[in-house]
């Protein structure tokens, strides 16, 4: 007998929809850090939840470097759904019972807005690396303008891990009067060097790859080997030492040692794996233009943190955890400070966990604990 | 007026005389782990001190990854001195006025001794890819080759850090009656996955540059993009994330913004140049070799590294640097409790350091303090 309706199996949101709105039409244009325009600026999102009368419970989650708009449920035919999708939905972290969730592709990005593979109108080629450089405020502008789209003045809370912490933290520097609340995880305000330095590695990897052609492959042979090579990069600085041994430990691969100058081991296919099928669903011009925004970006311009966020009347819950090297606590803990010193409400948690940077996408109970209690307070103030 | 003698400027060994000798001439051969054989293999090797007569005093230095037989002293011309120039001469921890101190390159290497790029007299080419695989075993099998040309039966010392340090613990296991003592900087009996993972990511980046041609590319172009990037993941991983900070912070060079899709970051300008530098004095294929015979290593063969010690006479010294997230503490003293079954006599001290994994070259004083000490036990129970 065949299944007429597959959301019965759906947990979560259940079947989604992609949503896209353009912003800045011609005439108008998007005015980036950089000086110069975009125009039209396509962004691709998606809701989970319905906004109430008063527009007043919507939640903004903002994505990590190499997320997307789709955070919940599933798209028709997918195996996998969103990449929160155990934070977000009826009764989760991410209530849809109660809030109104709204998650947007980044400005730069490649799956959906508009970024570097846009078909550049003046042109009618892809920019490629002719499409002008992008910033996390840029980004945040992009996510304000679809709030005005869709008729929300005020947030109740704006969310975010790793990069999409670095949203976050833009949004109470920027927006501060937009938003009621922020929940920060496993973020920094500014990008130690180590940081900077593994990006820069993968940068390298695209820049060194001939295919990569000064960002104008479109047409041809995409720089695939290049963005595996840094993808694989990440994916170690995104687990654990512990992580990595309770995984993988050195156990070999049955085929292994078909792997030129591999031993097969189990870690090594692991990151191949990652690798190759990363190449299917990202640009690598949008890794190039991504990772730079992320290593400029100061919440801070350079100055105090604390005097960022003076004034600021949003509360502010802030996590970290325990096994992230690659966002260390004591990066979270000196937001946590600024908000101490400014006279903002903050709450700081680390998190235990052995999942290393992966684990704001992983430690889903602890994570829905403490996101429960901190939106709830946060309603009740209201 | 001219300077006759430039060696009154250079100290510790001052000027010093790269050698080498061929073992397993024809119609001999050297029989590798892997069932193959070379004939002959050249080892490049350097000596610092004088043998005494009973030929007791001599100590081996075995070089990590992409170090090489020159530890001390300057060669004519060069800027720089031995890699572990600061340890070894008069006075120093491997102090020249008492010990004979022997170092050589690894089978498989690029700075003199047998490796791919070696030409394999049945073709008159560089072997390339076909070279066959090593191990540490048989780079220490080669080592003990060296001392048995030299008359040196059996050690006073054998020292080394990383895959130095790997050759130390081989030396413990396969000729535990030729060495009275060892000393264990910074290494690990058996790589973890996440060390296997950034070795492999390295060796990707090698493989999936075109000039790599399957290791034949030595007539022509060679693989530097791809070698570069391996080398700039390595350099991450041998600094911490405090020395990073201390070293680089967020300072941005002046010509910086020049390189394209970074922000001109001096971390940036530091990883560009450690790789283009590396790219001059290694072969990529050495690099392919080495690092699989590293991660392939395991120094109890799959079994108890305290089965492996057992009945071992020599007394070790072993050392961990506080920082060093490469080759973590814990790894060290898995091997310091492996001794301690066996009955073997062992010290054990973590280095306090900022400085990582590269630690092990730059933390003199303490370093100096400990194996003066332990070399002086060492020689008093002779």
């Known amino acids: 007998m065949e299944r007429e309706d597959t959301t019965a199996v759906l947990d979560g949101v259940g079947l989604v929809e992609p949503r896209s709105v353009t912003i800045a039409p011609p005439p108008d244009s998007f005015l980036l850090d950089c000086g110069e325009s975009l125009s039209p600026v396509t962004v691709a999102y998606e ?20 997320g997307d708009a789709h955070a919940a449920g599933w798209h028709r035919g997918d195996r996998k759904p969103g990449w929160w ?42 920019f490629g690396g002719s499409f002008p450089p992008v910033t996390i405020p840029d980004m945040v502008r992009v996510q304000a303008c ?34 009621r609340s922020a929940i920060v995880c496993a973020t920094a305000a500014k990008h ?7 990006n820069e590695v993968g940068r390298q990897a695209i820049l060194s ?71 299917e669903r990202f640009d690598a011009n949008s890794y190039l233009y991504i990772t730079r925004a992320i290593d400029e970006y100061d919440a801070a311009r350079g100055g105090s943190l604390a005097a960022a966020f003076e004034g600021l009347e949003a509360r502010v819950l802030v996590m970290s955890f325990g096994s992230d090297w690659l966002y260390p606590s004591y990066q979270s803990q000196h937001v946590v400070r600024a908000c101490k010193r400014a006279g903002v409400e903050v709450s700081y948690c680390e998190v235990p966990s052995t999942y290393g940077h992966d684990a704001f996408l992983l ?20």
Chains 1, 2 share one sequence.
């Open 192 to 198: 130690s060097p180590q940081q900077i330095a593994f």
């Open 47 to 66: 809701t989970y939840g319905r906004l109430n009368a008063d527009r007043s419970n919507a939640v903004l989650v903002a994505h990590a470097f190499s």
């Open 209 to 279: 790859d001939p295919n990569w052609n000064h960002g104008d492959y479109y047409g041809g042979e995409r720089p695939a080997g290049g963005l595996s090579v840094a993808r694989m990069v990440g994916h170690i600085t995104y687990m654990s030492d512990t992580s990595m041994s309770e995984k993988f430990g050195r156990r070999v691969c049955p085929d292994g040692r078909s792997h030129p100058f591999g031993n097969g081991f189990e870690v090594e296919d692991y990151l191949h794996h990652k690798g190759s099928s990363f190449v």
């Open 85 to 126: 999708h155990d934070m977000i939905g009826p009764g989760r972290a991410f209530d849809t019972d109660r809030f109104f969730i709204v998650c947007s592709n980044v400005l730069g990005g490649c799956r959906g807005t508009t970024g570097p593979s846009t078909v550049d109108p003046a042109t009618g080629r892809p």
């Open 146 to 179: 679809l709030l005005d789209h869709l008729g929300i003045d005020t947030l109740l809370s704006v969310a975010g891990g790793s990069m999409g912490g670095q949203q976050v933290l833009e949004w109470l520097v920027s927006y501060s009067g937009r938003t």
């Open 363 to 382: 430690e889903v109970d602890e994570q829905t604990r403490l996101i429960t209690h901190f939106l709830r307070t946060v309603e009740e103030e209201g």
